[in-house]
């Protein structure tokens, strides 16, 4: 069953760009892990600060074990969170078939 997870990110202003060329950056290097579909990167079109990120997995032990087990993945984080003017919001979902 894949499993899809959706992170909403607002970029403090000074730092969208910045932000959003390391997501794309790591997006190639993302959608290369196992048992990944997609990874990819958007920004609202009204509100440019606003990006999201949208996974897609195989399954859900694909994102846990090879996903967040990429040797990037944890600056990947760090570099986000010192980019953000607020949380991020995380939402998982599983396709229904």
């Given at each position: 069953m894949v499993f899809?997870?959706?992170c909403f990110l607002?970029?403090?202003p000074e730092a969208v760009?910045?932000?959003k060329a390391k997501l794309l950056e790591v997006a190639v290097v993302y959608?290369?892990?196992k048992g990944t579909l997609d990874w990819s990167v958007q920004q609202d079109l009204v509100h440019p600060h606003r990006l999201c990120i949208v996974e897609r997995y195989?399954?859900?032990e694909s994102?846990?074990?090879h996903h967040q087990?990429?040797?990037i993945f944890q600056s990947t984080i760090d570099f986000i969170q010192a980019r953000i003017s607020k949380a991020y919001e995380l939402h998982t979902w599983h396709d229904q078939k």
């Open positions: 899809n997870m959706v607002e970029a403090r760009e910045e932000l959608r290369n892990d195989a399954d859900e994102e846990r074990i087990g990429n040797p």
